[in-house]
């Protein structure tokens, strides 16, 4: 996971500033009492979550995220994962969707394999 280029590192980055960007915007024109409400909420700071992980391990720095809140990140964007295949093989080949879902699965691998060290790390 270390060998990343600066461009793959980059795209990571703007793979999870782009999923908060998109729950924000579908948080807003969502009811705040309504259960999709609560999993988009836990989805968007799993991603905030993610893209703190990436930017403190790429820039050699501790990130501020308890113990609990990575374990739970990890576990919501483990879930995550499980769900992207099903929408890159609905994608057409070669379009700019397969292409964002690709970037997203990898930036999501890469945050889950650093979170997994930091957790192990805190034991």
Known sequence: MENLTAEEKQQS???FKSII??????????K???????????????????AETLLARWEGRETDVCKTDLIEAKKE??????TLPSFLKKSKEGSGQQTYITRRIA?????????????????
């Open 13 to 15: 980055v703007e793979a």
């Open 21 to 30: 960007r998109k729950s924000e915007k579908a948080l807003s024109h969502m």
């Open 32 to 50: 705040t009492d309504a259960p999709q409400t609560r999993l988009l909420q836990k989805r968007m700071k799993a991603a905030q979550i993610g």
């Open 77 to 82: 964007l483990e879930s995550l994962l499980l």
């Open 107 to 123: 930036a999501i691998k890469v945050a889950v394999f650093y979170m997994g060290d930091l957790i192990e790390k805190s034991e």
